[in-house]
């Protein structure tokens, strides 16, 4: 398999040339490759020729979004537009990463893929959906999967964010208990991207979140316990953390098209936290 893995130097990115040694893994990111010039990319499949397109890049700082709007819309939606079209120039198959942002939050059930996303109150979200619109129209052999909540090896993470903040020089932390989310290893999904690629007649849209859901508190306190830091948590809720992009109060995401189409289920976000910090933070 040769790979083309856009947003190499990302988290996601870097653990995907990481883990798929036995393929051809062609990693693509600034400056050499941007995903926003139409001709360059185009030039830039064509030539490399890849079985798929992982296309991970894409602005993901939240609240950096909400006051760069415009160059959130060129990254997520055109940028996405681009790296469709050149898919569907040269007859490449498309894996495009998104997120839980696409859904406003307010469910009061996990989100499947069949529920309908709005973008959500964020710029992020909303430019993320325009992104996955543009996959859709573009390219007819597009998978697109949605992600929240991850972290993975080299950071940046909330693992490693909460790992520096419990350095024994805070008593207590505050940490938000009124978000729900799925937990998700970037190890996880690197593993069932894997198993995607090896089917080339999947399509459509997947949820690749770790199994089980937590709130942020109880995050922080599963990667403590793991890590053996005596870090005493104190729960808030988010209107005690304002920030400039709203945060969906529900992130989970059910994987209803995993089971579907006969995919063994993602492994429970405990699981997947234990493994991840056996392996970045042994000792």
Same mark, same amino acid.
């Given at each position: ?86 898919? #569907? %120039?040269?007859?490449? *198959? &498309? ?6 942002? +696409?859904?406003?939050?307010?469910? $009061?059930? /996990? ?108 995050? #922080? %306190?599963?990667?403590? *316990? &793991? ?6 948590? +104190?729960?808030?809720?988010?209107? $005690?953390? /304002? ?41």
């Amino acid at each position: 398999m040769k790979i083309l893995v856009t947003g190499g130097k990302g988290m996601l990115g870097r653990t995907l040339c990481r883990s798929w040694q036995d393929w051809e893994v062609v990693p693509a990111d600034l400056p050499e490759a941007d995903i926003t010039d139409k001709v360059k990319f185009h030039d830039l499949v064509a030539s490399v020729c890849p079985d798929a397109v992982i296309h991970c890049a894409a602005m993901t700082a939240v609240d950096k979004c909400e006051c760069a709007v415009e160059q959130a819309y060129l990254l997520n939606e055109t940028g996405s537009a681009n790296v469709a079209s050149a898919c #569907a %120039a040269n007859r490449v *198959r &498309l894996i495009a990463i998104s997120t839980d942002y +696409v859904f406003d939050g307010r469910a $009061e059930h /996990p989100y499947d893929e069949f529920d309908q996303p709005n973008g959500g109150d964020t710029v992020y979200g909303k430019s993320k959906f325009a992104g996955e619109e543009a996959v859709r129209r573009a390219v007819v052999d597009h998978v697109i999967c949605r992600i929240s909540w991850l972290y993975g090896p080299g950071g940046p993470s909330f693992v490693h964010t909460m790992l520096q903040l419990a350095d024994g020089s805070r008593p207590e932390l505050k940490v938000v208990a009124d978000q729900i989310g799925n937990p998700t290893s970037t190890l996880a999904v690197a593993a069932k991207l894997r198993e995607i690629v090896l089917r080339p007649e999947v399509r459509g849209t997947l949820h690749l979140t770790c199994e089980g859901e937590a709130s942020w508190a109880e995050f #922080a %306190a599963e990667i403590f *316990r &793991l890590a053996g830091r005596n870090q005493r948590i +104190v729960p808030c809720s988010t209107e $005690e953390f /304002p920030r400039p992009a709203p945060r969906p109060k529900n992130s989970r995401l059910t994987k209803l098209r995993l089971k579907e189409l006969g995919f063994a289920p993602m492994p429970h976000w405990q699981d997947a936290l234990a493994e991840f910090m056996k392996e970045e933070f042994p000792g």
